[in-house]
């Protein structure tokens, strides 16, 4: 059946027979891989148990991490288009610790000051990670852990801006563990939008489009759509989350990463991408800003080798011309998902296991997804 969308079913089988062997290896409980054209689902498997007995279910409902960089993005430019915010404000303009924020500068003679940056962090540094944030280290992980679902994302945005910044904004770009600068740009739509992330992505985003199951938090008659997580510790997985239990809800809603999904959701929410800000008739956001989020905005400072770089929300892959060919993302090392222009494929693989998951199993399956194309 897979031929007629362009690829060998043959072939195709292979990736469940991969996830099969994790499973036997030890390397995950249990999975769900779906490849679909367009808005179409055309191939959609899955393996093992997500709870004693229970097999994994095809319409699981996943948190998808970093991956949900996606979703912020998304409400970003949709307040921008509303000219609520704009990619050029600075964040200070929001949140006015970041008037305060200051760099350690080395001076020649060797004695190093505290000054104020030489420019502002705006928005686009938030959604590119070029901010010079610091988003790893003691004081962040300090901050994470006395905010990080305890407190608001505006609250660990405001821990973060007391702490120096890594480089001069716009000089570098440093994603740090977590992707934090979405944390920031999570408070910036709550503040500038009057409403909670979660509030404004349900009106502005899940509704319109129709994703009735995507959610921060999940429903508690959908608890049976929820995996149990594991973690990997010395090479064995241990529960870390039972079946049917998710994250606590609080009044945090991580901007860098809390959404959660099903693979039906997913297609439908990457149909913006795929059609230029139009799902099944309701445009969310114009075709200029799409390209826009599908563009390299690093250049020279992209990290990552490859032809890959960063769009907004997400990696992106471009042609020599600049032109978008891929955006996606990885969330956890255990979700992985983008959209392939040229094939107007949507991919998507994800396995229950804390992070820092398995990445060589999410590089294998996107291997095995371009080797079965005819």
Request: proline share 6%; aromatic share 10%; charged share 20%.
């Amino acid at each position: 059946m897979s031929e007629q969308y362009g690829f060998s079913d043959k072939s195709l089988e292979t990736i469940h027979q991969m996830m099969d062997k994790a499973i036997r290896d030890g390397r995950i409980q249990s999975g769900i891989a779906m490849l679909a054209r367009g808005d179409e689902i055309f191939w959609l498997r899955t393996a093992g148990d997500m709870g004693p007995g229970i097999p994994m279910r095809d319409d699981v409902i996943i948190p998808l991490a970093s991956a949900g960089k996606m979703y912020t993005a998304v409400a970003a430019m949709i307040l921008c288009e509303q000219g609520v915010i704009s990619l050029d404000a600075p964040v200070s303009k929001y949140i006015p610790e970041y008037s305060d924020i200051f760099i350690e500068v080395t001076h020649p003679d060797g004695e190093t000051k505290l000054e104020a940056p030489k420019t502002p962090i705006t928005i686009h540094h938030l959604l590119t990670h070029t901010g010079g944030l610091q988003v790893n280290g003691d004081g962040f992980w300090a901050a994470w852990n006395a905010h990080s679902g305890r407190t608001t994302t505006t609250e660990l945005a405001r821990a973060l801006a007391k702490l120096p910044l890594q480089f001069q904004p716009g000089e570098g770009f440093d994603y740090g563990p977590t992707g934090a600068s979405y944390e920031v740009l999570g408070a910036v739509i709550e503040i500038s939008s009057n409403q909670t992330l979660e509030a404004f992505m349900i009106e502005n985003i899940f509704e319109p489009l129709g994703l009735i199951d995507t959610h921060f938090y999940l429903p508690a008659e959908k608890a049976d759509r929820m995996a149990a997580f594991y973690r990997s510790v010395d090479g064995l997985l241990q529960l870390d989350r039972p079946y049917g239990v998710d994250f606590q809800r609080t009044t945090f809603f991580h901007g860098g990463g809390g959404v959660e999904a099903s693979p039906q959701d997913i297609v439908r929410f990457t149909q913006l991408f795929l059609n230029k800000g139009i799902v099944n008739g309701v445009r969310l956001l114009s075709p200029e800003t799409v390209d826009l989020m599908m563009m390299d905005h690093l250049g020279e400072k992209s990290p990552f080798g490859n032809g890959l770089s960063w769009g907004l929300g997400a990696a992106v892959s471009v042609t020599q011309q600049g032109k978008p060919m891929q955006y996606g993302w990885v969330g956890g090392g255990y979700a992985t998902i983008w959209v392939d222009l040229r094939e107007k494929l949507v991919a998507y693989f994800a396995f229950p296991v804390m992070p820092p998951g398995d990445n060589a199993l999410l590089n294998e399956f996107r291997s095995l997804v371009y080797g079965a194309l005819l």
